[in-house]
Nanobody, 124 residues
Framework: QVQLVESGGGLVQSGGSLRLSCVASGRTFSSSTMGWFRQAPGKEREFVAA????????RYSDSVKGRFTISRDNAKNTVYLQMNSLNPEDTAVYYC?????????????????WGQGTQVTVSS
């Protein structure tokens, strides 16, 4: 069993930055592909970024590529999402998720464990 706890969300002005963190419990973190997803009101949960277990390979959605950076620290059981140049369209609840799949999955059904989410609100 893996438990994920996100933090770092908040209210920020357009053009600002935030860094989200997700701490995992359990001994499988270092072998897990980790992902970040987001869900805006009235919309489906969508893929944001994913990182391979060794931290070398990453993948991003087109909407955040070049602005967001995913990273991980396996010694701390933590995955991060650095978000720069935020705009109001980035407003959503952000979730981290874990999967034992080796590939960088973009669909929610491939992830086995989810955090409770952290709210990010970007004002114009």
């Amino acid at each position: 069993q893996v438990q994920l706890v996100e933090s770092g969300g908040g209210l920020v002005q357009s053009g600002g930055s935030l860094r989200l963190s997700c701490v995992a419990s359990g001994r499988t973190f270092s072998s897990s592909t980790m992902g970040w997803f987001r869900q805006a009101p009235g919309k489906e949960r969508e893929f944001v970024a994913a990182i391979r277990r060794d931290g070398v390979i990453t993948r991003y959605s087109d909407s955040v590529k070049g602005r967001f950076t995913i990273s991980r620290d396996n010694a701390k059981n933590t995955v991060y999402l650095q978000m720069n140049s935020l705009n109001p369209e980035d407003t959503a609840v952000y979730y981290c998720a874990a999967t034992q799949e080796m590939n960088l999955m973009t669909l929610t059904q491939w992830y086995d464990y989810w955090g409770q989410g952290t709210q990010v609100t970007v004002s114009s």
